[in-house]
């Protein structure tokens, strides 16, 4: 299997006994922002392509949407602060959409050639079921909107914008605000923080949110019944990207997890990686990008294993990492998605 960064993160966890203990700010400085200056650089650079080149079938745009939308399913779990101002998390990420108005939406948009696609301020006022990238997914992959002509072209690059406009205002209030509230000067009576702890529990709780998203809906929802498996309900399942976001989500959770693991004993980093090391495992042995096997007996029983494997992670996590950190899982803006 190939190596990941985290490896090499826990690496010189190991073997760095003089590193500093982490502190809310620091895991923000290296975790969390880095993650969200890439989403942001891919996101503009995804709006740049579209500008020039937006038919549906561009191996360019494609390739750009693919990267931008890489860059979000690594920072999707960290839902809190600036992602939830405005719903912007929602706006990029309208999805389990349970009642399928993204397609009703686009529908609406195309056959009444919506004039909100030519101001930035007017598509901000669109519906979030056709804005961001499940929208743009079906925009570029499903027959129903790939061939919408002039007004397709002009939504793609709507959609793009105002993809990127979202990102970029993110990352803004990242850097320019919210990333102050995890600083020992404003942790504080006064401080969104009261305490380093509760600092730390809002980082741990999107951590196990994350670790839940993926276990009970990215893979839940394929899965659904054994007498009624749903493979259709696969995120992304398009473009072929169900599994993909699977991956995505562990190593960036993983990353997180080793930083706030940072100073456990060396046994609770040995069996936070090892969890996760079984849990990439089992993403190789699957034999769809989409799970489209679930509705075999041996295809569904991979994809089980997958999420036992995930809950695995979720239970070392709880019982291990928890208890050193003095945490416990919180409230997360995903629960009940």
């Not at 923000?28 to 989403?39: D, K, Q």
């Not at 499940?134 to 790939?146: K, V």
């Not at 980082?203 to 659904?224: C, I, M, N, V």
């Not at 036992?308 to 050193?324: C, F, H, M, W, Y």
Request: charged share 25%; proline share 5%; with cysteine.
């Amino acid at each position: 299997m190939p190596c990941r960064p985290a490896l090499s993160a826990l690496l010189c966890l190991c073997a760095g006994a003089a590193l500093a203990n982490p502190t809310p700010s620091e895991i923000v400085a290296t975790e969390v922002i880095p993650g969200f200056e890439r989403l942001a650089e891919k996101a503009d650079a995804l709006e740049t392509v579209a500008q020039t080149d937006c038919t549906p079938d561009s191996a360019a745009l494609r390739s750009a949407w693919s990267e931008a939308f890489d860059a979000w399913v690594r920072v999707s779990h960290l839902r809190l602060g600036p992602t939830e101002t405005g719903d912007r998390a929602f706006a990029l990420a309208f999805w389990p959409d349970t009642r399928g108005f993204t397609p009703k939406t686009l529908a609406t948009l195309i056959a009444d050639e919506d004039a909100a696609v030519e101001t930035a301020d007017a598509f901000t006022h669109v519906s979030i079921a056709a804005r961001g990238f499940y929208a743009m997914e079906f925009l570029l992959f499903d027959p129903q909107f790939t061939d919408a002509g002039d007004y397709g072209c002009a939504l793609v690059q709507a959609v793009t914008r105002d993809i990127s406009d979202i990102s970029d205002a993110i990352l803004d209030d990242w850097r320019t605000d919210f990333s102050d509230a995890f600083t020992e000067a404003e942790i504080g009576p006064d401080g969104r923080y009261r305490t380093e702890e509760e600092a730390l529990q809002a980082l741990y709780t999107t951590l196990t949110s994350g670790l839940q998203f993926t276990s009970d809906t990215r893979l839940g929802r394929p899965l659904g019944t054994f007498e009624r498996p749903r493979p259709k309900r696969a995120e992304a399942y398009r473009s072929e990207r169900s599994l993909r976001h699977v991956r995505l989500s562990l190593e960036a959770t993983e990353e997180l997890a080793l930083a706030l693991a940072q100073d456990a004993p060396e046994k609770v980093r040995t069996e936070i990686s090892d969890a996760y090391d079984a849990a990439f495992a089992e993403v190789e042995a699957q034999d769809s990008p989409v799970f489209a096997g679930v509705d075999t007996p041996m295809g569904r029983f991979r994809v089980e294993i997958l999420q036992q494997k995930i809950d695995t992670i979720r239970n070392v996590i709880a019982s291990e990492l928890g208890p050193e950190l003095g945490l416990s899982a919180g409230f997360n803006s995903q629960d009940g998605d």
